[in-house]
Nanobody, 117 residues
Framework: VQLVESGGGLVQAGGSLRLSCAAS????????MSWYRQAPGKQRELVAT????????NYGDSVKGRFTISRDNYKNTMYLQMNSLKPEDTAVYYC???????????WGQGTQVTVSS
């Protein structure tokens, strides 16, 4: 599986952005897709997860009610709609998948999101 993120950029506080993660390769084997983020000097943290089967979603506490994760199975693409952005949302956002019986993890290259106050 290969992953390519897009959609990052600079936005003012209170604004919105939508990130995309396009998957290619053995996409049929993907079990779950997630967004993580890492701010300078901080550990990488889970933002949201969506399962491939049920479509069940899970969110980090800091983004609940503001971010929405979704996927388009036909396009093999995952999205992260980010609303009411805050300066503390500034980070590099990474797409992540777990696939196959060995639960192989794959990371995208990351996309920068910067929220100005």
């Amino acid at each position: 599986v290969q992953l390519v993120e897009s959609g990052g950029g600079l936005v003012q506080a209170g604004g919105s952005l939508r990130l995309s993660c396009a998957a290619s390769g053995s996409t049929f084997s993907i079990n779950a897709m997630s967004w993580y983020r890492q701010a300078p000097g901080k550990q990488r943290e889970l933002v949201a997860t969506i399962s491939s089967g049920s479509g069940r979603t899970n969110y980090g506490d800091s983004v609940k009610g503001r971010f929405t994760i979704s996927r388009d199975n036909y396009k093999n693409t995952m999205y992260l709609q980010m609303n009411s952005l805050k300066p503390e949302d500034t980070a590099v956002y990474y797409c992540h998948t777990v696939s196959g019986s060995r639960r192989t993890a794959t990371w995208g290259q990351g996309t920068q999101v910067t929220v100005s106050s």
